[in-house]
């Protein structure tokens, strides 16, 4: 059964094999369904696809990254990986991807209690304090190298003011 423009329905079967969908006849005031072929489609497909834009390039930044600025130490959970890396591989030389190791590490540190963890959360506070210590050094020598001259000077005050 189709149904016409006006909603009232028609026991005609006006079916047409073409490659437009569904329209209405505008002298018959009749619903024309209109099928596509699998050739149709497959070359829709193919030009769908061939219009397809390229992904967009993410905007890199462009900060300037001064090596002589002091990297962030690890976590207390890297210090763990660091030995629990040699052990596993000892224990299990046929595994050799990260991604098992670090699966393996990841459990075995959810199951560690605190004192287990202290000898690690020690070692990375440790290293966290040499951190903060080297930046106070970089930032004071970074002030005094910008105010040295008048244009460092303005950017520092750029740089406080954020």
């Not at 210590?133 to 954020?162: D, I, P």
Request: aromatic fraction near 10%.
């Amino acid at each position: 059964m189709v149904q016409t423009a006006k909603g009232s329905s028609s026991s005609q079967n006006n079916v047409s094999h073409s490659a437009s969908p569904a329209t209405v006849s505008a002298s018959s005031r009749k619903l024309v369904l209109r099928v596509k072929s699998s050739e149709q489609m497959k070359r829709s497909a193919q030009q769908t696809k061939s219009t397809k834009k390229p992904k967009a390039k993410q905007k890199t930044s462009k900060q300037r990254i001064d090596a002589n600025k002091p990297k962030k130490p690890p976590t207390a959970f890297f210090y763990f990986l660091e030995d629990f890396r040699k052990e596993f591989q000892v224990q299990n030389p046929d595994v050799k991807t990260m991604r098992d190791i670090g699966k393996s590490c990841g459990e075995k540190w959810k199951t560690m209690t605190y004192e287990e963890k202290v000898q690690y959360y020690d070692i990375a506070t440790e290293k966290r304090a040499e951190f903060d210590r080297a930046m106070t050094e970089y930032n004071k020598k970074m002030v005094s190298n910008l105010s040295n001259n008048v244009h460092g000077y303005c950017v520092y005050l750029l740089f406080a003011q954020l």
